[in-house]
């Protein structure tokens, strides 16, 4: 095995579990997740010497799921898209502190626009700062901010229906 | 209700995740597979356009001698407009100034009416300029997408509430139609617009209905599949078919809706539009916000020609047809980020239109934005 090759494997065993999380909140599905990872790793592999700068390789990588993600949407992928806000078996629903909070939070995420939810995962999950996100994304603070505050409201208006 | 929570219900949802570990040969098996796709047309192609079949409108062999011959005369959709730099080229070259950015613009349509219709990336706002470009209306929408009718006189979208609207050329506002059927509160997706009172929609995976003012009606057909695209006569869709244990992203085909029946298959093309006189289709592969492998096919889902974008480095961004001989393409080189707008010939050559010029990372965002 090269340098370069054993340096990425490394890269792929540290990283690829959070990645996976992180995929999986983008698509709201393990097989697509799973299937999403696969991809973007690859990609990152073929643009290996590209990303002389260690240091950013997961500001790389996420860039690189966040706009597969959108052009599987986007082209010929999303015609085999199921858009849909069942919970998957997969994923264990935690009940004991929940409350539904959880639940209706998911429901958010999931039927936010993909770069909507990107925004949210981003800053949320990976707890990147706005200008991080926005980086990330190719688009403004401003749009950052907004597209969080949005969200946040959808989930306290939601919360608010239920409880009415 | 704040920020925390979704910190906090993320990272739950989340925390039970888990997936079988990728090891280095399986990711470099699919890299090496990426690798391939994007140099296919390298590798085959020494001009521009290669012409692979000679006799690309005869309907020759193929794999159902009943598909259909196209009609005599069929309607000759309009070509594609292009945006780039704030202005609109039309396909009869006249220019309009349009006040928005190609970076803030996921889709674009053109009416008959000269209206033009885009979708704006960061609010899912479908926006409406009149003929001279300037902002008439805005409305809310689900997600940042538009489907156009084929003669481009309708456009639909799903609206914020989730039901869909439809805007018709020579109309002032959408008509409101019933919400597209789905579980929960997803939202459905606009297949295809057959006319301004007829829709196709479906859950984003399978066709499964039409929708008209009259309200939502299951469609019959012999087999699960998606509609990608109608032929301008309307008389054949593209679709795509399931995906199942042989093929992982499904096989494609051209359906005929009169005789309900899948009339040509491929599991190596997917076409993705009609050319304007519905004799040929434009193929390709959607990865990281651009397009790999663009093919021109016949009617019998053989290639007929092949986009060179010209480099390993190359890449066509957008794509969409000029005129019935003609496709436009958005070329950048995702190294250097230099674009160039290109006119392929279907009968080979090419013809550089604009650039090179640098400008936006590919991957994030299209200098040249294609009408819909």
């Known amino acids: 095995m090269t340098d370069r090759d054993a340096e990425f494997t490394a890269y792929l065993q540290a990283r690829q579990a959070r990645l996976l999380r992180t995929a999986y909140l983008l698509t709201g599905d393990q097989h697509q997740a799973e299937d999403l990872l696969q991809t973007s790793l690859a990609k990152l592999y073929l643009a290996w010497d590209r990303v002389r700068d260690r240091e950013s390789v997961d500001a790389y990588v996420r860039r690189i799921m966040v706009n597969e993600n ?3 949407w986007r082209g010929g992928w999303r015609r085999r898209e199921v858009a849909t806000d069942r919970v998957p078996d997969a994923v264990p629903v935690h009940d004991v502190y929940d409350e539904g909070v959880g639940a209706e939070v998911w429901r958010v995420v999931q039927t936010l626009p993909r770069r909507a939810r990107a925004v949210v995962v981003l800053r949320y999950y990976e707890q990147l700062t706005e200008a991080e996100t926005a980086e990330v994304l190719g688009i403004s603070v401003g749009t950052v901010k907004s597209q969080c505050s949005r969200a946040i409201a959808q989930l306290r208006t939601r919360i608010g229906e239920e409880e009415r | 209700m704040t920020e925390e929570t979704f910190v906090r219900e993320l990272e739950r949802r989340a925390d039970d995740v888990h997936g079988v570990p990728l090891t280095f040969e399986t990711v470099r098996g699919r890299a090496v597979r990426i690798r391939r796709r994007r140099r296919v047309a390298t ?3 020494v001009a521009a356009v290669v012409a692979v079949v000679v006799a690309p409108f005869a309907l020759t062999g193929g794999t159902d001698q009943s598909a259909p011959d196209p009609a005599p005369a069929p309607p000759v959709a309009p070509g594609t407009s292009v945006l780039h730099e704030r202005v609109l080229t039309l396909p009869d070259g006249e220019t309009i100034d349009l006040p928005v950015d190609n970076a803030d613009v996921s889709e674009l349509g053109v009416l008959t009416d000269g209206r033009i219709v885009a979708t704006l990336t960061d609010s899912a706002t479908i926006r409406v300029f009149g003929p001279d470009g300037a902002v008439q209306a805005s409305y809310p929408s689900a997600y940042a997408s538009i489907t156009m009718s084929a003669a481009d006189d309708a456009v639909a979208w799903v609206g914020e509430d989730l039901r869909v609207q439809v805007l018709a050329s020579g109309v002032a506002e959408p008509v409101v139609l019933d919400g597209i059927p789905m579980p929960g509160e997803a939202a459905g997706v606009i297949d295809a617009v057959l006319d301004a009172d007829h829709l196709l929609v479906g859950d984003g995976t399978t066709t499964t209905g039409t929708l008209t003012t009259d309200g939502y009606t299951e469609l019959a057909t012999p ?14 869709w593209a679709v795509t078919t399931l995906p199942d244990e042989t093929q992982q992203y499904g096989c494609t085909g051209l359906y005929d809706p009169e005789a309900r029946k899948i009339v040509t298959r491929s599991c190596d093309v997917y076409p993705l539009g009609f050319s304007p006189d519905g004799r040929l289709l434009l193929s390709g592969f959607f990865e990281n916000n651009m397009v790999g492998d663009v093919s021109i096919v016949d009617l019998d889902l053989e290639r007929v020609a092949t986009l060179d974008p010209g480099g390993a480095t190359t890449a066509v961004s957008r794509f969409g047809w000029s005129d019935p001989g003609h496709v436009l393409a958005g070329l950048a080189n995702w190294q250097t980020s230099d674009w160039t707008l290109t006119r392929f010939d279907v009968d080979g050559g090419s013809e550089a239109l ?10 994030l965002a299209a200098e040249y934005v294609m009408s819909e």
């Open chain 1, 70 to 72: 959108s052009s599987r």
């Open chain 2, 43 to 45: 590798a085959a192609a």
């Open chain 2, 223 to 236: 087999e699960p599949f998606r509609v990608v695209d109608v032929s301008p006569d309307g008389a054949l």
């Open chain 2, 354 to 363: 604009a650039g090179r010029s640098s400008g936006l990372d590919p991957e």
